[in-house]
């Protein structure tokens, strides 16, 4: 079990490790496959699903109202999806502040964490690359996509053979520089 101090920098790197690879957009965009989509990848499944995680008025700096953030999330949404993100900017009034985009992704890997520990008893004591690699793969797939989906990967994580990790963690739809960093952090995980 890691301490606080050891937690805390996992999550640091898993964080700046997203930030490099995911991005970071402060507004509602469509990814490639048609998901509304903010922050680091934050997905917002539902119009109302933005409404707890602090948007802000672009021109005021107020707090949005529930119906100012659906009205975004329905704007976006009826675009054509896998556009660049700032594209999408002119058909939104809110954003999400720096402070907030770092707040959800922390809670979303917290919540990756508990159910990558429930999958993989030794999530921490693996090499810290394989953690973030695992985080991750979590992150762009959910946790049940991912052990679902992926088990010849899961398996490779079982017999920590972090070589066959690296040969089976290729995602569709995530570009082949992100696949490519993943596979390296595997292959770094080997020692």
């Known amino acids: 079990m890691l301490n606080t101090t050891q937690t805390n920098s996992l999550f640091d790197s898993a964080l700046a490790y997203l930030r490099a690879h995911e991005g970071v ?28 995680i602090g948007l802000l008025l672009r021109a005021t700096g107020e707090p949005a109202t529930s119906a100012q953030i659906i009205q975004d999330w329905s ?19 809110t954003y999400l502040p720096a402070a907030a985009i770092d707040a959800e992704a922390s809670r979303r890997l917290e919540v990756f964490v508990s159910s990558l520990r429930r999958r993989f008893p030794m999530f921490y004591v693996i ?8 985080l991750d793969m979590a992150y762009s797939l959910g946790a049940a996509g991912l052990f679902a989906k992926y088990p010849k990967f899961c398996a490779a994580v079982d017999r920590q053979d972090w070589q066959s ?27």
Not at 81 to 90: C, D, I, Q, T, V
Not at 127 to 134: H, M
Not at 177 to 191: C, Q, Y
């Open 165 to 191: 990790a690296a040969d089976e963690c290729k995602r569709a739809h995530v570009s082949w520089t992100r696949n490519a960093a993943l596979a390296a952090l595997f292959v770094e995980a080997k020692g």
């Open 75 to 93: 704007s976006v949404k009826s675009r054509q999806p896998g556009l660049l993100a700032r594209l999408y900017e002119p058909f939104t009034a």
């Open 25 to 52: 957009v402060d507004h509602m965009y469509l990814d490639v496959v048609g998901l509304v989509t903010i922050g680091i990848g934050c997905q917002l499944s539902a119009p109302d699903s933005g409404v707890a």
């Open 127 to 134: 090499p810290r690359p394989a953690q973030i690699g695992l």
